[in-house]
């Protein structure tokens, strides 16, 4: 050491190094932890979300519920459990992936004899899909939202035959964002998660420039 | 008396209702049935007795992937895919390996051996040996060469990215197109939503085109007109479902049609104007989601169907 002026520097050098250090460790400490709640458990599973001030809790609250369609088995519970009547469930149809076909798997039912709009040739239990002419051999079908119940039928109906275009959606228009949701709840194939606010949709074959997708 | 036997009858019945209410408490089950569910299976297991075929054989294949099959006068087995050929004889033995580059989608083999290959957007012809004979230029960036027939010295290429039929001689130059739409004609153009278009040359001299969107074949002359048409769209067995199909066709005894479907894989066999004849292979009998079940028919009227799933040859013959 060569004087009391370098002494003094070095001290002051060591104690704010040590001051970041620790600063850090207790940073990373809690965000391990679940940043600064007590409780240590994630938003999704806290009762208290709704009404806590953290601001882990208000950045889950800018989130929404929603449905990957590539996880979906379109086993047919969303139609039965939202808490929501009809549910908040609703098929898309992307039409950027859909085939236009005449014989098509989401519209008709497989056992079906005659290629028609016929109520008994329909596999939605709604009649919520119509099938237009456009031209031959090709026919649009677009969806009756206020009719769909979300009950997947169409979707699978088309991902088996077809290119897949009929997907599953948590509108949220209709979607009252329920802090433990129900239908997540009872998804056998966990296909709900919480998605941010600004980007509330999952559709599949389909892009744009914020990355997410647009109902069609 | 009477107010004993009342009070008795009460008694028993509490113990009646009580009864019910345990019952029901502690032993019925929910009803956890689904009134949504959609169960595709009966459409995979339907009709499987109703097969009139049976696979006798099953080849090994030691490529990496399989794309296409052919068969040539003598009986020999061929089948292509990613860098390389293989050759089988009758009996199922691996007679020899061709090393190529790049994957081979589609074969065929003339009536002198040489066999052609649809390499994406062009053609090559190997011999036997494994030297390559000749290359032919692109047909273009979109091109997707799904099937090769040789007749004499005309070639049929079908042309799935560009929706089209090439004619073509032997040495690769464009002679004609067939299948463009045009209403003039009668023509009404290819829809094919995925890569899966066959073609096929009839004993007759004719050129039969899968029109997969449309579920239909199509019958052309060479120079391109439309002779006949007959299409069968429905899911149920006795027509083509999905989007698309049929995926890939053979023609047995010279006037029947063997086809494949992808969707609901089951391969079938139609009569000349398309009257449904019999089941070969049922759903069940392969991996479901698989697509391209490329077929063949050897010299014995055997029904050659290529699973690129499983990686085999299947031969099926009719049952005894």
């Known amino acids: ?216 | 008396m009477k107010q004993k036997i009342i009070i008795i009858s009460a008694i028993i019945l509490l113990f009646t209702l009580v009864a019910f209410m345990a019952k029901d408490f502690f032993f019925s089950k929910p009803d956890n049935t689904n009134p949504y569910a959609f169960d595709l299976n009966n459409i995979r297991t339907a009709d499987t007795a109703k097969a009139v075929y049976t696979e006798t054989q099953q080849i090994k294949t030691t490529l990496e992937e399989i794309h296409g099959i052919a068969t040539d006068n003598s009986g020999k087995i061929y089948i292509s895919g990613k860098d390389g050929i293989e050759v089988f004889d009758p009996s199922g033995k691996s007679s020899s390996k061709l090393k190529i580059a790049g994957i081979a989608q589609s074969i065929s083999v003339s009536g002198n051996g040489d066999i052609f290959l649809g390499m994406q957007d062009h053609i090559e012809i190997w011999n036997t040996s494994g030297k390559q004979a000749s290359k032919w230029a692109s047909f273009g960036p979109d091109a997707v060469i799904t099937s090769i027939a040789v007749k004499g010295n005309d070639v049929f290429i079908a042309d799935a990215g560009q929706k089209v039929v090439y004619r073509c001689d032997l040495k690769g130059n464009l002679i004609n197109k067939i299948g463009l739409k045009d209403p003039a004609t009668g023509v009404p153009g290819f829809i094919i939503p995925s890569p899966y278009f066959d073609l096929g040359i009839s004993k007759d001299g004719n050129l039969w085109v899968v029109n997969p969107g449309r579920h239909s074949f199509e019958k052309y002359t060479f120079d391109g007109a439309l002779i006949t048409t007959w299409n069968k769209a429905s899911m149920s067995m006795e027509g083509f479902c999905g989007c698309c199909n049929p995926s890939n066709f053979a023609f047995l005894n010279d006037s029947l049609f063997v086809t494949s479907e992808k969707a609901v894989e089951r391969v079938k066999i139609y009569n000349t104007d398309g009257t449904f004849l019999s089941i070969v292979a049922t759903p069940d009998q392969f991996e479901a989601g698989t697509k391209g079940l490329d077929l063949a028919v050897d010299k014995k009227s055997r029904i050659l169907v290529l699973d690129p799933v499983k990686m085999l040859i299947r031969i099926f013959e009719p049952k005894k």
């Open chain 1, 1 to 216: 050491m060569q004087n009391r002026r370098d002494f003094l520097n070095l001290l002051c050098r060591g104690t704010i190094l040590t001051g970041l250090a620790a600063t850090t460790g207790v940073l990373a400490f809690r965000s391990v932890k679940g940043g600064n709640c007590e409780l240590g458990t994630s938003c999704n599973n806290c009762k208290k979300s709704d009404s806590c001030d953290l601001p882990e809790a208000a950045l889950f609250r800018q989130t929404v519920w929603q449905l990957d369609p590539t996880k979906c088995i379109q086993c047919g519970r969303c139609a039965e459990n939202c808490v929501m009547s009809p549910s908040a469930v609703k098929v898309t149809h992307v039409y950027a992936m859909c085939g236009y076909c005449d014989l098509c798997g989401g519209y008709l039912k497989p056992d079906t004899k005659n290629i028609s709009t016929a109520a008994e040739n329909q596999l939605c239990p709604t009649s919520a899909i119509k099938r237009k002419f456009v031209e031959d051999p090709f026919y649009q079908y677009t969806i009756d939202e206020p009719l769909c119940i979300g009950c997947a039928k169409c979707v699978k109906g088309c991902g088996a035959f077809g290119n897949g275009s009929l997907q599953l959606q948590v509108r949220h228009d209709r979607c009252v964002n329920c802090n433990e949701c129900s239908i997540a709840r009872n998804c056998p194939s966990e296909a709900f998660s919480r998605v941010p606010a600004n980007k509330p949709y999952l559709l599949q074959g389909i892009e744009n420039k914020n990355g997410a997708g647009k109902i069609g």
